[in-house]
């Protein structure tokens, strides 16, 4: 059973940072993408950014270009987002996601499997 599980979320002032991570385990296929996603209340699912497991094929949205970075260990299956110069626009609950094959698309509905989600805060 694939399952995903986020930490790192929290509480920040607007300029700081957090690291999100996404523990995978239960991965049976050798080439998969793991994404990351946002929602705030009131507001649609957002693809933030994504990671091959081949490492060659990365993406983010615009929305967060420059202040975000994603890298993966995957000998550990696990992804993190490092995420800087935090806005109070950037408060929403963050998933991680999974699908198969390698890709630089987030749309949600093309990755199976998804985590619980973390709560990411940013005041003003």
């Known amino acids: 059973e694939v399952q995903l599980v986020e930490s790192g979320g929290g509480l920040v002032q607007a300029g700081g940072s957090l690291r999100l991570s996404c523990a995978a385990s239960?991965?049976?296929?050798?080439?998969?993408?793991i994404g990351w996603f946002r929602q705030a209340p009131g507001k649609e699912r957002e693809g933030v950014s994504c990671i091959s497991s081949s490492e060659d094929s990365t993406y983010y949205a615009d929305s967060v270009k420059g202040r975000f970075t994603i890298s993966g260990d995957f000998a550990k299956n696990t992804v993190y987002l490092q995420m800087s110069s935090l806005k109070p626009e950037d408060t929403a609950v963050y998933y991680c996601a999974a699908r198969t094959g390698s890709t630089t698309r987030v749309d949600a509905l093309e990755y199976h499997y998804w985590g619980q989600g973390t709560q990411v805060t940013v005041s003003s």
């Open positions: 239960g991965f049976t296929f050798d080439d998969y993408t």
